[in-house]
C-alpha cells in the first residue's frame, strides 16, 4: 500500500527528530511492503520566515490532501517577540486541528521498564510500571467559550459543553479501551460544575453500548492525586479541555523523560496529526543530540490510529524497546557518565531494530 504523509518538520530540533522519524517509517515500508510518500511543508516560525504566515494555505491544502500528518515542533524565541500573537508560531497549531476537524487527543504515558530510574515516582508505587492513555477533548470547554470583562470590572470565561462534543469522545474512549485494557475512568467535577453534570450523564449513557468495558468516574482533584499515587490503576482517562490539558502533563512528567512521548490528534476520519509532545527545544536545536523517539513512536501512532497497520507499528514499539533494553541512551536519558548517542546515531538503532 501507498500512504501519503504531509510532513511538517517546523522549528528548533524539528527538523533533526523528524528526519529520523521518516527513516523509521522507510524501515517498516522495507520491511512490510508500504511505501510512505511525503510531501514537506511549512508551519510555525519556518512558515513565518519563508511566507510571512505562521500557517500558509498551501500547507493546509496539502494536509487536507493527505492520509496524516508528521509534525515535528514549532516555535522558538525569535518569532516570541517579533510577531502579534495572532501569527505566533504555535497559532498554527490551532489552526491545523480546526482545518483538519481534530477533536480528540491521545497521549499515551507509558513506563519502559529499562527506563524505570527516570521516573521520579518510588520504585514500590510504581510496581510493574504503567501503561495509560490521556484522551482529551480538543474542541469545546472554557478555552472557546465567551471571554469578556464586564462593566464592573470582573472577567468571565463561559465553560461550555454539548451533548454531541461529549458523545463523540467518548465512544472514542470506550473504542479505544476495547483494544486496550478495557477501562475507562472518566475525568470530571461533577460536585461542582454543570458541565461536568452533563459530561458525567452523557459518558454513563454511552457506556452503556460498550457493556465489556469498565467504566469509573473520578473527581479531577481525586485523578490529579490517584496519577501520582496510584497510576498502573489508569488505562484510559477520558477528560474534557482543560482537565486534559493539565492532567496530560502530570501523565507526561511521571514518566521522567519529555523526549520520549507521543501524541495523536484525531477526527471523525482516519487522517490525524502526530506529533512529540515536547517542543521544539530550542536550547539544544542544530547539535544533533536531541532524543527523536517521542517522534518515532508518534509515527507508530499514525500507523494504528490512521493506516490501521498494527503489526507495523508493533515493530516500532518493539525496535525502541530493544535499543532502549541494549542499553542506548542519548543526553536526555544518558546517566552521569553513561556515554550519549547522538540524534542521528538512536535513529540508526531503531531503523536497524525495525529491519530485525
Ligand atoms: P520544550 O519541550 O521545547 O523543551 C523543554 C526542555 O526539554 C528543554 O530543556 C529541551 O532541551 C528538552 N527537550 C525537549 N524535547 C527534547 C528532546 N526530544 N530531546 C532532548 N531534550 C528535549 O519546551 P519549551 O522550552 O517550553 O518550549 C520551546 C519552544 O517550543 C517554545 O517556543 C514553545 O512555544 C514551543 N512548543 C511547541 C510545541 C509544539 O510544537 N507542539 C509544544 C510545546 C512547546
Known sequence: MNYKIAVIKGDGIGPEIVTEAMRVLDAVGKRFGHTFL???????????????????????????????????????????????????????????RKELGLFANIRPATLYAPLAGACPIKPEIIGGGFDLVVLRELTGDVYFGKKYRDADGVAHDDMNYSVAEVERIAHRAFQMARQRKKHVTSVDKANVLETSRLWRETVQRVALAYPDVQADYMYVDN???????????????????????????????????????????LGETSRGMYEPIHGSAPDIAGKGIANPIATILSCGMMLRYSFDLSAEADAIDAAVNEVLAAGLRTADLAKPGEQPLSTRQMGDAVVKAVAG
Open 38 to 96: 511525503y510531501e514537506e511543508v511549512l508551519a510555525g516560525g519556518a512558515a513565518i520566515d519563508a511566507t510571512g504566515s505562521c500557517l500558509p494555505p498551501e500547507t493546509v491544502r496539502a494536509c487536507l490532501a493527505s492520509d496524516s500528518v508528521l509534525l515535528g515542533a514549532v516555535g522558538g524565541p525569535k518569532w516570541d517577540k517579533e510577531q502579534p500573537p495572532e501569527n505566533r508560531p504555535e497559532k498554527a497549531l490551532l489552526g491545523l
Open 223 to 265: 485523578a490529579a492525586m490517584q496519577l501520582v499515587r496510584n497510576p498502573g490503576q489508569f488505562d484510559v482517562l477520558l477528560t474534557g479541555n482543560l482537565f486534559g490539558d493539565i492532567l496530560s502533563d502530570e501523565a507526561s512528567m511521571i514518566t521522567g523523560s519529555i523526549g520520549m512521548l507521543p501524541s495523536a490528534s
